[in-house]
């Protein structure tokens, strides 16, 4: 039986696989909020359900408006959309060119949405060596080989690695001089909100920023997106998509889950104490190097002991998932990644990964 999947979170797929309930496992492939969605939502949903009888509203008007409310832009700065991966494979028809170059390692997405449109794709690696920090003139170096549009994850996802706003100012004039186009994808950027771009991104024709609704609030079965950027790019987004993406009831649990300010407050002083409790006891783990993260999740290598997908068969046993990243471009077998979950779940983590690595 494999144990490697193409994504995290493939809960059900795993459980059908082992014979076992998904309740049985302890997910840690997948960074979703671990406090779960906000207490709201759950009512909002169920007093949705009368909405199902008509189409939901096409251009998610009140929470469009909720969202740039949240971001403190204009309604025109913003575009919902079914998941950021809605966006990711709009992308490619927002800009005109066929060559696209993606920072790694990557969401894979990015990629793939690209090769789907026709379009040829290169990689810019950013190095385990320098704690996957971006250089700029070495992006720009190779920029000037002639890219048509550029995905950057940030923070990045699998590394957590944050480009301050500072660095992406800098690398949209890069991309000016370059005519390249950027998408900043910032679908973890809710647990580092104060690092966003969206106010250089809004001024800015030739660059946009992806969001999503579903890590943060705990929402990803219902996909739930926006993009942030000027009025010509989300005008032009809004052209792209298709009708009614966004359901009735995905557009109820975003409202329910942007009016929960104590809901967010409670989120961020979570995941930091958990996240920062998770990476010392990785640490102390011999074999292991784990990476510093601004999102919910860490990227962890080993640098003695058993490769990635035998790790991951072994925790596994005990009903554990990680995430595997020996797929992601720039990575290898000596890579995973695991979510940051509750001080139970974090702790019986730490005690798997122990055992594997002594035997």
Known sequence: MSTDFEHGGN????????????????????SINPLGMAPAVR?????????????????????????AA??????????????????IYLAPRLVEGKRGLVVAPPFAEYAKALALAGWSVDYHELRPADGFALDPERLREQLE??????????????????????????LLDICRSAGTFLVLDEAFMDFCEEGSAKELMCRNDRAVIFRSLTKFYALPGLRLGCAIGSPK??????????PWSVNGVA????????ADG?????????????????????????GLKPYPSAANYLLVEIVQGPVAGELCRLL????????????????????????????????????ALAAALAT
């Not at 009512?43 to 096409?58: C, I, K, N, T």
Request: some cysteine; proline content about 2%.
């Open 70 to 87: 949240f971001h403190g832009v204009a309604d025109q700065n913003i575009c919902v959309t079914n998941g950021s991966t809605e966006l």
């Open 316 to 351: 596994l046993a005990e009903r554990i998932l990680l995430r595997n990243c020996a797929n992601f471009a720039g990575l290898d077998d000596r890579f995973f990644r695991v979510a940051v979950r509750n001080r139970e779940e974090n702790g019986r983590l730490l005690a």
């Open 233 to 242: 790019v989300i005008g032009r987004l809004q052209a792209l998509r298709g």
């Open 145 to 170: 080989g002639g890219y048509d549009i550029l995905f950057l994850g940030n923070p990045g996802n699998p590394t957590g690695r944050l480009v301050s706003r500072a660095e992406v100012g800098e």
């Open 262 to 286: 104590e809901y967010r407050a409670r989120t961020l002083a979570f995941i930091a104490g958990e996240r920062e409790w998770l990476l010392a006891g990785l640490g102390r783990i011999a």
């Open 43 to 67: 009512e909002a949903v169920m007093g949705s359900f009368d909405r199902l009888l008509h189409y939901p509203d096409s251009e998610a008007a009140e929470l469009r408006g909720a969202l």
């Open 11 to 30: 809960v059900f797929a795993v459980a059908r696989s082992l014979g076992v309930a998904p309740e049985e496992l302890c997910d840690f492939s997948a």
């Open 251 to 258: 557009q109820v649990a975003g409202l329910a889950s942007l």
